[in-house]
């Protein structure tokens, strides 16, 4: 069964730093492209960045990109989303979502939430 | 950035209706559409990709038409656990990978 289980979340100050993790299982994840996507409080959902699965390709989207990094670790099964210089407006859950040989975002972890305020 | 609008924002509709979700992009998005489902406290669930196509393990109730601006959701007859947030998806060019912005779909 494929599983993708997000970890890292919480308070932080505005100005302060978070390193949320993804682990996958039930597949081989250096097989796979690899998104976070995040959804604020009673919003919608907003792509984050994507990963290839060598990782060499990384995309950002402009609202975080210069202050989050994205990269993973296939011999560990896992996923990293480090975010500095964090925003009252980075709050949100954070989801990493599995992309299939055709581009298509077919499994999604449950998410985990990142609070940002002083 | 392709800007997907989708439309209602909101429908209500008893179970047994049909139900018909819009989605139209700012420009041409061919067939690289997706639409997702999602239900309170849950991640989002691919239902349609490529425009038309179910996912593994969508009911056939589920079927997704169009291509280039306009594109469509239709839920042929509605179960109970139909009722949730609808968002469609482009990726024909991205990044950014952009969504639109929610039809919830409740019960009347």
């Known amino acids: 069964e494929v599983q993708l289980v997000e970890s890292g979340g919480g308070l932080v100050q505005p100005g302060g730093s978070l390193r949320l993790s993804c682990a996958a299982s039930g597949f081989t994840l250096s097989s796979y492209s690899m998104n976070w996507v995040r959804q604020a409080p009673g919003k919608g959902l907003e792509w984050v960045s994507y990963i290839s699965s060598s990782s060499g390709t990384i995309y950002y989207a402009d609202s975080v990109k210069g202050r989050f990094t994205m990269s993973r670790d296939n011999a560990k099964n896992s996923l990293y989303l480090q975010m500095n210089s964090l925003r009252a407006e980075d709050t949100a859950v954070y989801y990493c979502?599995?992309?299939?040989?055709?581009?298509?975002?077919?499994?999604w972890g449950q998410g985990t939430l990142v609070t940002v305020s002083s | 950035e392709i800007v997907l609008t989708q439309s209602p924002a909101t429908l209500s509709l008893s179970p047994g209706e049909r139900a018909t979700l819009s989605c139209r992009a700012s420009?041409?998005?061919?067939?690289?559409l997706a639409w997702y489902q999602q239900k309170p406290g849950q991640a989002p669930r691919l239902l349609i990709y490529g425009a038309s196509n179910r996912a593994t393990g969508i009911p056939a109730r589920f079927s997704g038409s169009g291509s280039g601006t306009d594109f469509t959701l239709t839920i042929s007859s509605l179960e109970p656990e139909d009722f949730a947030v609808y968002y469609c998806q482009q990726r024909n060019n991205w990044p950014p990978i952009t969504f639109g912005q929610g039809t919830r779909l409740e019960i009347k």
């Open positions: 420009q041409s998005v061919r067939s690289n």
């Open positions: 979502a599995r992309e299939d040989a055709v581009a298509n975002t077919d499994y």
